[in-house]
């Protein structure tokens, strides 16, 4: 690859995720070779290829990059010539707006080749210490709260139903998403009120670089570790956030029973009972749920999907 000529097409470049010593041979010489090096921020990928001692031509291709963008670069490939399509860290396509353009080469039938390499999620959970036998990365969370919340009920269905179909002890399943510095606190706050016992918290950040960080275990000793940081640690890089669910030798006992905390019937309904009073008081369906997950113990994203579907029956 290094010394044969880089064959017209898309090249589908993996690039560090914070040391520079993770970039493949492969993908130096797809950067070197390529006619232009399509990226989301054009500062970032020209500090890229100048610490790689490389003159190059970025071009810019993010979120508000338009259709006849895409088709210009399709053009530019249909005419022989060859492209490298980065991210700002790890690999294209994954939480970035590559795939539109990847999208755009297969639809006009042009080569498109992959080159492998880091990615964030699958070197964070490399070092998790767990038996991850299914995850699923669910891409950045939402801003509000109530979307938080919807976002988190549908991460806990996938770790029960994953970790019910699980073939032995010790295997784990995780839900993770991607979480920005400003807003990773308040979102630990609801992680926090929201999930049971029977969950377990990953929380990784800056793999690979200066001040890479991971904790896992139960969420409350997570959290606790998180608040022991300084700002210097709470502030720099995106974090990676996940739940997860171990099969362990009691659920095996009980016939793959699933261990999720179900609050009883009698619980439950009172919960529902008292919901329904807040939400004809004119109560919204975020604090509702808040209120009623503390006084009576129930799962916050289990109520606040009970009070959404009641509303709208209504």
Not at 31 to 51: F, K, M, N, P, V
Not at 135 to 149: M, N, V, Y
Request: glycine content about 8%; hydrophobic content about 40%; charged content about 25%.
């Amino acid at each position: 690859m290094s010394t044969s000529k880089l064959i017209p097409g898309l090249w589908v470049v993996a690039t560090p995720i914070g040391n520079l010593s993770d970039l493949s041979e492969r993908a130096r010489a797809a950067l070197s070779q390529a006619d232009a090096i399509l990226c989301e921020d054009t500062r970032r990928g020209q500090a890229l290829l100048s610490s790689l001692g490389l003159s190059k031509r970025c071009e810019r291709l993010d979120e508000h990059s338009s259709q006849k963008t895409l088709e210009k670069y399709v053009e530019v490939l249909a005419s022989g010539r060859s492209l490298a399509l980065i991210t700002d860290a790890g690999t294209p396509g994954i939480s970035d707006p590559g795939g539109r353009m990847v999208a755009a080469a297969r639809q006009a039938q042009v080569s498109v080749q992959a080159i492998a390499g880091p990615s964030a999620i699958t070197a964070a959970l490399s070092i998790s210490g767990l038996e991850i036998s299914r995850f699923s990365f669910l891409g950045f969370l939402p801003r509000k709260e109530s979307a938080i919340l919807e976002a988190l009920q549908g991460g806990i269905r996938f770790t029960d139903d994953s970790v019910q179909e699980a073939d032995s002890v010790g295997r784990s399943a995780m839900a993770l998403w991607f979480e920005s510095p400003e807003r990773i606190e308040e979102t630990l706050g609801i992680f926090q009120q929201t999930l049971d016992t029977s969950m377990g918290l990953f929380l990784a950040k800056e793999v690979t670089k200066v001040f890479e960080r991971v904790w896992v275990g139960p969420v409350r000793s997570v959290v606790k570790e998180f608040h022991g940081q300084d700002d210097a640690v709470k502030g720099k890089g995106e974090w990676i956030i996940g739940i997860y669910k171990t099969l362990n030798r009691e659920k095996i006992s009980k016939s793959n029973i699933s261990e999720t905390h179900v609050p009883t019937l009698t619980s439950m309904q009172a919960a529902e009972i008292a919901a329904q009073i807040l939400l004809d008081l004119g109560t919204g369906t975020t604090e509702a749920a808040k209120q009623i997950s503390q006084r009576f113990g129930v799962n916050r994203a289990e109520i606040y999907s009970w009070i959404v579907k009641r509303k709208n029956e209504n």
